[in-house]
């Protein structure tokens, strides 16, 4: 019998894009033939992942995941919204974000071991390409953790338990009672779903999107004929309504449309008889970011007539 080598196996992997147990095990049953292993696969259906591997997937769900004082959210994205209710697909993606609980990014996430199956997270995720018949790919994942208090989560058109279209994460950092403290950070997670804020503090905002919006505001201002001073003046007033836009903080809740989220952070702390701090929140939206192929149907038929 031939020896298969690990250097075998990671070639058939990138000419396939199957998964590294079902190269090795394709590798044996062909007695180390490439040619004959690449068959293998294809009749097994696991090699059509690959060709897959170059269609637009922004479609799928967001998963999110606690444990203890640590959560996570993760994004796993599929072709269509059909596929994103299929119960395998919603199956791999929750296991996928429990899985991400252990996992310090996307990357080490793939390399985790995939619950009861002896396959890695990616080489699963491969698996159900190939079942399935679409282009998957995990996009994203971020967690957060407080040594004291709770992370709040909620999922915003929900397909199924702890998986839909928005997740939302929201660390708050207290010593007051944790069931009084989830009620407010169940309640903050809603506001971020529906607010989108971009940064937690004003300190937070990205300078790139800060020095754009700044010299927009300024052209604008210069149109009124105004002087630099009053200029000035007039940019400072227009970035505090900018700020009350995009972060998170200074951000009307949209719970009462009167209080500002520090307010209501701050008031909790009074009310609960400890400090609250809003630590961090993460908010995914599915899709956010992916280019879409607009499909131009005519000029798919005329190219299928020739």
């Not at 609250?276 to 299928?304: C, H, N, P, S, W």
């Amino acid at each position: 019998m031939a020896e298969i080598t690990a250097t075998m196996v990671k070639d058939l992997r990138e000419s396939t894009g199957a998964g590294m147990m079902d190269c090795k095990k394709a590798l044996v049953e062909a007695d180390g033939d490439m040619e004959a292993a690449v068959d293998w696969l294809r009749k097994k259906g696991l090699s059509a992942a690959a060709k897959k591997s170059g269609r637009v997937a922004a479609e799928g769900l967001v998963g999110v995941a606690t444990t203890g004082k640590t959560a996570v959210a993760l994004e796993v994205n599929a072709e269509t919204d059909f596929v994103a209710r299929n119960d395998a697909f919603q199956g791999f993606a929750l296991a996928a974000t429990k899985v991400a609980l252990e996992a310090s990014d996307i990357e080490a996430l793939k390399t985790k071991a995939y619950p009861g199956t002896g396959r890695n997270v990616s080489e699963e995720l491969t698996q159900i390409i190939a079942t399935i018949g679409e282009n998957m790919n995990l996009r994203r994942m971020a967690s957060l953790s407080v040594n004291s208090g709770v992370i709040a989560t909620y999922v915003h058109n929900a397909i199924a338990p702890n998986l839909g279209k928005i997740g939302v994460l929201v660390a708050l950092e207290s010593t007051a009672d944790e069931g009084k403290l989830m009620e407010l950070g169940k309640q903050i997670a809603m506001h971020v779903a529906a607010a989108r804020p971009e940064a937690l503090n004003i300190a937070d905002v990205d300078t790139k999107a800060l020095d754009r919006e700044r010299n927009v505001l300024a052209d604008q201002a210069r149109a009124s004929g105004k002087p630099e001073d009053i200029i000035a003046k007039m940019v400072d007033g227009r970035l505090r309504k900018y700020y009350e836009e995009v972060v998170l903080m200074e951000q009307v809740y949209v719970v009462d449309g009167e209080s500002k989220i520090k307010d209501v952070v701050a008031n909790a702390g009074k009310t609960l008889g400890a400090p609250v701090t809003l630590k961090g929140f993460v908010r995914y939206q599915l899709g956010e970011g992916i280019e879409k192929a607009a499909d131009d149907f005519a000029a798919e038929v005329a190219k299928m007539a020739g």
